[in-house]
């Protein structure tokens, strides 16, 4: 992936913008999934449960647990710590 801001030229700032248009235009096809209600009160039983997760990982945890989704993701590290959270990774 191009940084457009540590671009050395004009013609990397323009393939940056080019990826960055494609990967837009790929992601809006894809549902967005928000932190609602049943997602904080299973937040709040991940916290009560002293599980060992950043906040914001801990948010999208509890977004996939409370509506039955697989959590695409390569950070297998951390998620795995959330016991019935199905994980996976497609990047291998």
Same mark, same amino acid.
């Given at each position: 992936m191009l940084?457009?801001? &540590?671009a050395r030229n004009l013609d990397d700032v323009v393939k940056g913008y080019e990826i960055m248009v494609r990967l837009i235009s790929d992601f809006k096809v894809l549902p967005l999934v928000s932190f !609602?209600?049943?997602a904080a009160t299973t937040f709040d $039983?991940? $916290?009560s449960q002293r599980t060992q997760l950043a906040k914001m990982d801990a &948010?999208?945890?509890a977004i996939a647990l409370f509506r039955e989704l697989i959590l695409l993701t390569r950070n297998? &590290? !951390?998620?795995s710590k959330v016991s019935g959270l199905l994980i996976e990774d497609?990047?291998?």
């Amino acid at each position: 992936m191009l940084n457009i801001n &540590r671009a050395r030229n004009l013609d990397d700032v323009v393939k940056g913008y080019e990826i960055m248009v494609r990967l837009i235009s790929d992601f809006k096809v894809l549902p967005l999934v928000s932190f !609602d209600a049943g997602a904080a009160t299973t937040f709040d $039983q991940l $916290q009560s449960q002293r599980t060992q997760l950043a906040k914001m990982d801990a &948010r999208i945890a509890a977004i996939a647990l409370f509506r039955e989704l697989i959590l695409l993701t390569r950070n297998h &590290r !951390d998620f795995s710590k959330v016991s019935g959270l199905l994980i996976e990774d497609w990047t291998v």
